[in-house]
């Protein structure tokens, strides 16, 4: 298992960041893997997500597991190459957002044997992707 956490301070109001976080549909807007995100019709815990991989592209559902308001977001997706849980902590810092983001991946079959090539590559990409995110929330 893999498992990488980013973390930054977002000059924006806890509840503001939650709230755009909270709309999984934003991920395309600063996750660099996410080319689409839309709601599964009558699951609105649920999101239909295409992952663009490089070599490999996948359409999968992205599910909010759970939600504390203001606090946590916790969603997953588990699909035939990969499971990951992500964790979205949310923290006043002096009116500012404390955003901490905890991923927890588990390659599956033949994707294993590149656990050591995602591990390197997986903590620079999320944390260009918080940085896109900061940069939208304060621009």
């Known amino acids: 298992m893999i498992e990488t956490t980013v973390s930054t301070v977002i000059k924006k109001p806890v509840s503001e960041v939650f709230a755009y ?3 999984m549909q934003n991920q395309t807007a600063y996750n660099s893997s996410i080319s689409s995100s839309e709601v599964v019709a009558g699951k609105p815990n649920e999101f239909g997500i295409e992952i663009d991989l490089g070599i490999l592209n ?3 559902i992205y599910k909010i597991d759970k939600t504390i308001h203001n606090q946590l977001i916790v969603a997953s997706c588990h699909s035939k190459v990969m499971k990951f849980t992500d964790r979205y902590e949310f923290k006043n ?3 500012n957002c404390e955003l901490t ?3 927890k ?3 599956q079959g033949l994707f294993k044997l590149s656990e050591g090539l995602v591990k390197l590559n997986l903590k620079s990409q999320m944390t260009a992707n918080l ?3 900061k940069k939208i929330l304060e621009s």
Request: proline residues 0%; glycine residues 6%; contains cysteine.
């Open 105 to 107: 991946m588990e390659l």
């Open 101 to 103: 983001i905890i991923d």
């Open 131 to 133: 940085d896109s995110l």
């Open 58 to 60: 996948l359409k999968e």
């Open 21 to 23: 976080v909270c709309n």
């Open 93 to 95: 810092s002096d009116g």
